[in-house]
């Protein structure tokens, strides 16, 4: 990930004002990371502009909303090639062991890096709806966002799952359903290019997650925060229930951290065939 490049929780959105089954919408791609305009502060939670804002950040305040390290692992298929994470949730270092820039989230990571090459089909998680498209403003890239109900993913909340770095901004028009393993997007470096990895980039996915236990959430002129959002290892939306708080994750034994990665193979096939969500990239024939 380039340098400073955290995703943030605030899922931002600019312009109109339609309605979305449970919730308001902002069209557009501002992110905390851009210049931001002081009223929409106003009137916030302190607590919650310190755990979602990147350059507001605050540890403690960080961590209270489920920013933390939970210690799971992925364990991939030895029968496939899965695309792998390199740089994983709330990690202070990226994918080549560099420290993280302090100035977005105090220097953690907001989500799981997975290296890729461009053009690499990106799937859905789960099956979901659009709730935005980035066009690549912010160090973020351009990006996509979904929004998925409990029954979509076994979990018992609301999530969010943000993909990040796209190569070119998805057709795919807002409010548009989803299903569990589609292609939404083709992977990219856009945002990557600048002082750290210069101008060619870096090439990854970043996959982002959160919860909330409705799907409402409350729009803003540069963010829409879930109502009583919180932040999600996206090891969860794979690991499934009931455990998807933070603490309560990092405080398991070691031998519950591992977290068997549901994929959809070379021939096309999910496996497991019942599993709900899927990892965001194909995994190849070895």
Known sequence: MRLGHLIVLALSFFGATDCLAQGRRMGGGGFASQPTDEAQFQDLDPAMVGAFFARRAEYGAMVAKGFLPTGLVPIYPDSVAC?????????????????????????????????????????AVADGTVVHKS?????????????????????????????????????????????????????????????????SGHPHLHLSAWWAPTGEFEARRFVLLPKEGRWLDPLVLFRGPPVIESAALAALPREAKGVAIPHVGPDGRTVPATTRAVWPLACGAR
Do not use: C, M, Q
């Open 135 to 199: 066009p690549g403003e912010s160090i973020g890239g351009i990006g996509i966002i979904l929004r998925h109900a409990p029954e979509a993913t076994g979990l018992p909340v609301w999530t969010y799952t943000e993909y990040k770095h796209l190569k070119t901004l998805p057709e795919i028009a807002l409010e548009t359903p989803v299903r569990r393993g589609e292609v939404i997007a083709i992977s990219g470096k856009t945002g990557t290019e600048g002082p750290y990895y210069g101008p």
């Open 83 to 123: 695309p792998r994470v390199d740089s994983g949730f709330a990690a202070n270092t990226r994918g080549d062991g560099s420290p993280r820039e302090r100035a977005f989230f105090v220097g953690y990571h907001g989500g799981i890096d997975i290296p890729v090459p461009e053009g690499t089909p990106v799937l």
